[in-house]
């Protein structure tokens, strides 16, 4: 299914559902990024402002769905659990240049900061659903998550809802913000990757080469 008919399939079900569309997509949204967020919930808003339906109703189903779907990704990472991750870099981490000592500051650095990293991250596009998986391996405290997935999701969600509400017949111009800032986390993620692919990988090749 190409990324055009996602969108048109999304669009038609929160029409025809109302907030149990919105509840539903908004879920599978966090399991599935490339039905996209900045569309869902601009529509929600401007199906509120036409057809009647209650503005706190669709803003509450959004939650549902960003809760339900947060809470999804944290079980299965949970479920996979840190013993089974340090399974995996000790074995195969030697080709993506990662060891278990990467591996004990990166948990040791999401322990001390887990709150403000899922508070801030359910604003970010992209981050907002992956922020769910290292919560889980490291088992955060459930309710500290669900708290702060809450909060951070209540930011995101009443401004996009509240933008197509307000935009009316123009909703789709509140995803265009959210579209050059998911192309700049993209371009943030491609730079560490480049940097930690030729600190770790290229460079000793280099090294041992000369």
């Not at 299965?76 to 990467?102: I, K, M, N, Q, S």
């Not at 604003?123 to 769910?132: A, F």
């Not at 919560?135 to 009443?158: D, E, H, K, Q």
Request: with cysteine.
């Amino acid at each position: 299914m190409s990324l055009e008919a996602i969108v048109g399939w999304a669009t038609a079900i929160v029409e025809r559902l109302g907030p149990v569309g919105v509840a539903a997509m908004v879920t599978l949204e966090n399991l599935f990024p490339p039905i996209p967020s900045e569309l869902i919930l601009p529509l929600a808003g401007f199906v509120s402002a036409t057809d009647g339906a209650s503005l706190p109703m669709m803003i509450s189903a959004a939650m549902i769905g960003s809760l339900a779907g947060a809470l999804i990704l944290y079980g299965l990472a949970a479920a996979f659990g840190p013993v089974r991750l340090r399974g995996l870099v000790r074995r195969h981490g030697r080709w993506l240049g990662l060891t278990e000592e990467d591996l004990d500051r990166s948990e040791k650095w999401f322990d001390q900061r887990s709150a403000r990293a899922v508070l801030i991250c359910r604003c970010i596009p992209l981050m907002r659903s992956l922020i769910s998986i290292p919560a889980g391996l490291r088992r955060m405290p459930l309710l500290s998550f669900v708290l702060y997935t809450l909060a951070g999701s209540l930011i995101w969600n009443v401004a996009l809802v509240m933008a197509g509400y307000l935009l009316g017949e123009n909703w789709e111009a509140a995803g265009e913000p959210v579209e050059l800032l998911q192309m700049a986390v993209l371009a943030l993620i491609a730079v560490a990757m480049g940097w930690f692919a030729w600190r770790r990988l290229l460079a000793p090749r280099l090294k041992r080469s000369q």
